[in-house]
């Protein structure tokens, strides 16, 4: 559990100070354009919800993983059963109206997004530990057919179902029916049979452009309002656009690996 939150502490820590300390810079020596105060350095620190928006993501896998250590330590045995439990309450608060007439009513946007992704998250989490817990993909790939068939009917059954979905959709929440579909994803991907891709200039390829996935998920938002300024495809966010800036942003996270990749440092571009 440790090195799994090192390794989401660092780039949470590291890069909202970094382009903080970035935008002061620039805004002394040019324009006011991409001033930040030292408020909303520490509310990206506290809530991941000003500059870096896509570190919300960590800051809920960091949540999580305590919450989940904790759980799995004190109830043991009947851990399973408390996630679920945890699954239920996380629904009703979402879908019940209680977190929009509590919450999002009486505080600005920002100060409750990242209490109301923890809470679309946690489904998912439950879902996943526990399809873990019970060797599901493995017990499906005796029957990998009838799986893979029954899984392509209910994903399609349900997708035009709002299922609690447009119940207070302004604050995003995916509805139930996301976590099902989800689900049958995963039984369908599983049964890919990935040995098929034999042709090793295939399999190299597909290992090089998955690299660094994490230093390009933390960038793709705050390099992107500086790069739009030299191009018009990033600027309006054409196709092209994103080809240039995954090219740009692969390229410095192969040149932070080349420096730091020895150590913690990595995990700002891995």
């Known amino acids: 559990m ?8 660092i780039p949470y820590i590291i890069w909202p100070i970094f382009f903080w300390e ?12 991409y001033s930040n ?3 909303d350095l520490k509310q990206q620190l506290l809530l991941a919800n000003r500059f870096i928006f896509p570190l919300w993501f960590n800051l809920v896998l960091i949540i999580m993983t305590i919450c989940f250590f904790i759980i799995i330590f004190i109830f043991r045995k009947h851990s399973l059963f408390i996630l679920q439990i945890i699954l239920i309450l996380s629904y009703i608060i979402q879908y019940s109206g209680y977190n929009f007439n509590n919450f999002f009513l009486k505080n600005p946007y920002y100060n409750v997004r990242s209490y109301n992704s923890m809470h ?8 996943g530990y526990t399809l873990g817990c019970y060797n599901v993909l493995d017990i499906i790939q005796k029957n990998k057919i009838k799986a ?3 899984s392509y009917l209910i994903y399609n059954m349900i997708a035009d179902y709002n299922i609690f979905r447009n119940i207070h959709s302004e604050n995003y929440y995916a509805g139930i029916n996301l976590n099902i579909q989800s689900i049958c994803l995963i039984f369908i991907f599983s049964l890919f049979p990935s040995f098929l891709i034999t042709n090793n200039i295939i399999r190299k390829f597909l290992i090089i452009i998955t690299n660094y996935t994490g230093g390009i998920y933390y960038l793709h938002v705050p390099l992107k309002k500086y790069l739009k300024k030299y191009s018009t495809d990033i600027y ?3 196709f092209l656009g994103l080809i240039k800036t995954y090219i740009i942003i ?4 192969y040149i932070g690996m080349l420096i730091f990749g020895k150590t913690l440092l990595k995990y700002l571009f891995c």
């Open 250 to 253: 692969y390229f410095i996270c």
């Open 120 to 127: 679309t998250s946690i489904p998912f989490a439950v879902t």
């Open 37 to 39: 105060s030292f408020e």
């Open 22 to 33: 970035l935008n002061e810079y620039i805004n002394r020596k040019y324009n006011k354009e």
């Open 2 to 9: 440790l090195k799994r939150l090192i390794r989401l502490f």
């Open 236 to 238: 309006n966010g054409t």
């Open 148 to 150: 893979c068939v029954f």
